[in-house]
Every structure is written in structure tokens, then in C-alpha cells.
């Protein structure tokens, strides 16, 4: 089951709860099998390996980059992978208010993408082993550290999902300069079409391309400008035009700093040196 991250971190920041217990599990043919999940609800996070459970018939592969949430007394099945080895650790938590409990997302299984992240990892291991230490000041780490985890975890989620969406905007914008560079772009005109904020355009080219946009369209016109060169005997003043330059004499110098030669001494050794 999907679930919305902001929704999830709205609800954790306004239901109070408490860690009940941290467990760390592996594959261990002497560990008894459990028909059902614990009385109180709990998150999984996999630390090595493949393992299938099931939560009242939905099917989860606990496997690293991967966070499972289950409910409390929901049926249990579970699933082998060969011989692989697999571990994980188990936080069992409960909540105090009741009333919160019954509307609360802790009655649902759910499944977090949060890609492999060391300090997730990080902070799960100091967690279960700040929890089996006796003492009230452990008993305060594990609280805090349980909130750390989560948020890191939340975290994760949230920058996975603003990385994906960045890419695809990308590849959607990036494609459109290739098939018109000829015409006029500018940075205004290509954040209004595609319905994004001047920056949030700046920032999505940077991210991908390790450049801004419009340094991205003057070198995808300069790249198209040496093809023609290769290709055509059309003039340089007509081939800037043509890859969307007006300005022959901006065109010579924006390629000159670009490939440390002019067009013309660009296409002569092309020409003198055809290999």
C-alpha cells in the first residue's frame, strides 16, 4: 500500500506515541513462526537480504531501501527466497490516546521507498543498541532517537520523490530544446509552459545537467552548429541562424569560447583533417 509522506508526518507529529520494544531478527530456522503481527503496530526496518511477509494478504519484500509499516494482530505469512540470508529490525510502538489510536494510520500496512541510506541505517543500530542498555537515560535515547529514525526515514522518502519529479520535468524540458533550439527560447517562455517558477527551472537543470538552462540551450545550439559544419557548406552567419543564433558575431564568439576555435577554423580542420 502506498501512503502520502506528508500525511503520515502531519499525523506522527500530532499522535503521541511510545517506543514498546526494538528487535533485531535473521534468518534462523530455530525462531518460531508467528501466525500474526504483535499487539502493538511497528515499522521494519531490512538491514541485509530478501524476505516476503504478508499482512492480512498483501504481499511486502523486506529488503534494504525499503521501510514496512504493519498493524497490530493483523494475519501473518511469510515467504523464503532460497537460501538467502536476510535480517532486520523491528520497532514496536503504541500509542497513548485512543481516541487518536482508532483514526490513526497505525491500524494499516504500508510501505516506505527510502533507497539505501546510511545514516537510516546508522541511526536504526544505535537505536537497538541504546535500547538494550539498562537505565531512564536510555529509556529517554530510545525515545528521541526513534523520532530521529523516523524522520530520517520520512526524509528519504520525501527527497527520492522531489528527485524523481525533477527528472522527468528534466527529461520533458530537455527533450523540448533538442527538438526546437532552432526557435526562440528563452528561460521565461520554457518556466511558463512547462508551469514551474524561474528557480525551480534553474534548480531542475543544475541538479541534472550541472548547468543552467540557458547554458544548456547554448551549448545544445553550438553542438548542432558543429554538425553543420561537418555536414553543410551554408555560411556561418546561416548556420547560427539556423541553430537559433540571430547574431553571427555572438555566434563566433560563444563557439570560439566554447572549442577554443572560430567556425571557420573549426570547419578547415575538419576539412584538412577528415579522421
Known amino acids: 500500500m502506498k501512503i502520502d509522506v506528508n500525511q503520515l508526518a502531519e499525523h ?3 499522535i503521541p506515541f511510545q517506543v514498546e520494544g526494538v528487535y533485531r ?6 525462531v518460531p513462526y508467528a501466525e500474526y503481527t504483535d499487539f502493538f503496530p511497528g515499522f521494519v526496518f531490512p538491514l541485509t537480504g530478501k524476505v516476503q511477509f504478508q499482512f492480512n494478504g498483501t504481499p511486502y519484500i523486506f529488503s534494504p531501501g525499503k521501510v514496512v509499516h504493519g498493524g497490530a ?21 503504541r500509542i497513548h490516546n485512543s481516541e487518536l489510536e482508532e483514526t490513526s494510520f497505525s491500524h494499516q500496512h504500508f510501505e516506505l521507498s527510502t533507497g539505501q ?3 537510516l541505517i546508522e541511526l536504526i543500530m544505535r537505536l537497538w543498541h541504546v535500547y538494550n542498555q539498562p537505565g531512564g537515560i536510555s529509556m529517554f535515547q530510545t525515545e528521541m532517537l526513534f523520532r530521529d529514525v523516523l524522520n530520517e526515514a520520512l526524509l528519504c522518502v520525501a527527497n527520492r520523490q522531489n528527485s524523481c519529479e525533477s527528472q522527468t520535468l528534466f527529461e520533458r524540458i ?3 530544446i533538442h527538438e526546437y533550439y532552432d526557435q526562440s527560447l528563452t528561460i521565461a517562455s520554457l518556466a511558463e509552459q512547462y508551469n514551474v517558477n524561474r528557480n525551480r527551472l534553474s534548480y531542475v537543470f543544475r541538479r541534472h545537467a550541472g548547468m543552467g538552462p540557458a547554458e544548456y540551450i547554448l551549448k545544445h545550439r553550438i553542438k548542432m552548429a558543429q554538425e553543420m559544419l561537418f555536414t553543410s557548406e551554408a555560411s556561418v552567419q546561416q548556420i547560427a541562424q539556423t541553430v537559433g543564433i540571430a547574431d553571427p558575431f555572438y555566434f563566433s564568439r560563444v563557439f570560439k569560447k566554447q572549442l577554443g576555435i572560430s567556425p571557420t577554423e573549426y570547419r578547415e580542420k575538419f576539412i584538412n583533417n577528415p579522421c
Open 117 to 119: 541510506s546510511p545514516r
Open 12 to 14: 506522527l507529529a500530532h
Open 174 to 176: 530537455s527533450h523540448y
Open 25 to 30: 531478527y535473521a534468518k534462523n530456522p530455530g
Open 73 to 93: 494482530r493483523m494475519k501473518l505469512a511469510q515467504k523464503m527466497f532460497g537460501n538467502t540470508n536476510w535480517e532486520y529490525i523491528l520497532v514496536l510502538y
